[in-house]
């Protein structure tokens, strides 16, 4: 089965970029699916990131618009994001996730990755 | 703020029924039949639980049922068992330019 995995920098100094990545294993990021990332920070709730199709093509939460860049890697099957011009405000846990064929739920989480912006 | 209200918190004993609203407007949650719902244990990633406002994936519980009327879907969980005590989010699609919107998560206490 699906099974994805985060991975990148646990801490990240305020002004710089985060930059994560998510492998796909078990499964093609070629498939009829959306791939996406969500954040959480510490004690509070979920907010959408943004998603990728393997063919490029993205949509963006517009709050985090300006900042924030999600590519695809078909070869190495796996997809990443880029966040710039960190704050605190941007701590969190950062999960990527597979969107269900056909519908926008998300079924199918890496564990997530704990980033702090801190200098 | 999150675009979509939640309850802070509800409760029950094991084997009543409860309910969690998740109050949006036309522009997300009465807009589309794309309402989700994730359970969340504490540490741990989030679980889908119920998709396009009253699908279950395999292997949740048919426990576990959503719906949906105007602007305010809703999750009941009968038969409450201990396990089920996490948090749960709901989630919808708002269009294209909004994309996708969390509530702001309920905790459920089993007594």
């Known amino acids: 089965q699906v099974q994805l995995q985060e991975s990148g920098p646990g801490l990240v100094k305020p002004s710089g970029t985060l930059s994560l990545t998510c492998a796909v294993s078990g499964g093609s990021i070629s498939s009829s699916n959306w791939w996406s990332w969500v954040r959480q920070p510490p004690g509070k709730g979920l907010e959408w990131i943004g998603e990728?199709?393997?063919?490029?093509?993205?949509n963006y939460n517009p709050s985090l618009k300006s900042r924030v860049t999600i590519s695809v890697d078909k070869s190495k099957n796996q997809f990443s994001l880029k966040l710039s011009s960190v704050t605190a405000a941007d701590t969190a846990v950062y999960y990527c996730a597979r969107v269900v064929g056909g519908s926008d739920a998300f079924d199918i989480w890496g564990q997530g990755t704990m980033v702090t912006v801190s200098s | 703020q999150s675009a979509l209200t939640q309850p802070r918190s509800v409760s029950g004993s094991p084997g009543q029924s409860v309910t969690i609203s998740c109050t949006g407007t036309s522009s997300d949650v009465g807009g589309y039949n794309y309402v989700s719902w994730y359970q969340q244990h504490p540490g741990k990633a989030p679980k889908l639980m119920i998709y396009d406002v009253s699908k279950r994936p395999s292997g949740v519980p048919d426990r576990f049922s959503g719906s949906k009327s105007g602007n305010t879907a809703s999750l009941t969980i009968s038969g409450l068992q201990a396990e089920d005590e996490a948090d749960y989010y709901c989630c919808s699609y708002a269009g294209s330019f909004t994309g996708v919107v969390f509530g702001g998560g309920t905790k459920l206490t089993v007594l």
């Open positions: 990728i199709y393997h063919s490029g093509s993205t």
